[in-house]
């Protein structure tokens, strides 16, 4: 498996592909993005183990959002039953199970270092005071992680990696591709923000309440988000280089 180091330029071909996705199956991409969040955030509810719980299923999550948005690159429709595809090989779900003890256990750490940091100034600040300083040390500190766990779930469930290959292969898939990386994540930002604040200043215009701009831009909301989510398919296939890749292009040599 090869780990291409692209062009600027390609950040924004992910976003272009993303939304080629999503304009594919705008309604049955969006639904599946609510499954995956809902697999991240119901075990949140769990009274102190609700982080660990998320952090293991976050790699099994990851991966059935890949395979959704493999089916739509394919031309299948989006079905609920990818999301329990990666718990079936037995032994891509024991790496995946480490990627996600080992998430698991970055994200507990994360969570204890802001909240020393933070002493008791979530119970005493008013909910107009922004802590910027714990919002940017929890970044700091979550950036190596989400670089390490990016790629690492298709690597583990479709190339057969060990888990700690997978991390490997996903920090250096990271770091081959920074320039692109930053065009892509400035470009998701400007469509997000820009996108959001156009359509609110709008109904703001129009006079809405809070809870009616609430409720219409829940929509354009969810699918920001599952344009965000989908463009993670696209961005995968052109930093590695997959098996059938390989498979190909023997066929031609030959």
């Known amino acids: 498996m090869l780990i291409h180091s692209?062009?600027?330029?390609?950040?924004?071909?992910?976003?272009?592909?993303?939304?080629?996705?999503?304009?594919?199956?705008?309604?049955?991409?969006?639904?599946?993005?609510?499954?995956?969040?809902?697999?991240?955030?119901?075990?949140?509810?769990?009274?102190?183990?609700?982080?660990?719980?998320?952090?293991?299923?976050?790699?099994?999550?990851?991966?059935?959002?890949?395979?959704?948005?493999?089916?739509?690159?394919?031309?299948?429709?989006?079905?609920?039953?990818s999301f329990a595809a990666p718990f079936k090989p037995a032994a891509a779900r024991i790496q995946l199970f480490r990627l996600g003890l080992l998430n698991a256990a970055l994200l507990s750490v994360i969570a204890t270092v802001v909240m020393l940091a933070g002493g008791d100034r979530a119970e005493q600040q008013a909910l107009d005071e922004v802590p910027w300083d714990l919002i940017v040390l929890q970044l700091l500190l979550y950036a190596p992680v989400l670089a390490m766990m990016w790629f690492a779930p298709p690597l583990a469930g479709w190339n057969n990696l060990t888990a700690g290959k997978a991390v490997f292969g996903s920090v250096v898939g990271c770091m081959r591709n920074l320039t692109p990386l930053l065009v892509y994540g400035l470009a998701i930002s400007a469509l997000t923000f820009g996108s959001a604040s156009l359509v609110g200043g709008a109904l703001t215009v129009l006079g809405l309440s809070r809870q009616g701009l609430v409720v219409l831009l829940t929509p354009l909301v969810l699918?920001?988000?599952?344009?965000?989510?989908?463009?993670?398919y696209p961005m995968y296939r052109a930093i590695y280089t997959q098996p059938d890749d390989d498979r190909a292009a023997a066929e031609r040599a030959a």
């Open 6 to 81: 692209l062009p600027a330029a390609a950040g924004l071909i992910w976003v272009r592909e993303g939304w080629r996705l999503v304009r594919r199956q705008p309604l049955g991409l969006s639904s599946m993005v609510v499954v995956y969040v809902t697999m991240l955030l119901l075990p949140l509810l769990l009274p102190a183990i609700g982080i660990i719980v998320s952090g293991i299923l976050a790699p099994f999550a990851t991966l059935g959002l890949m395979n959704v948005c493999q089916a739509v690159h394919q031309g299948r429709p989006p079905l609920i039953n």
């Open 223 to 232: 699918l920001l988000m599952t344009v965000v989510q989908a463009t993670f």
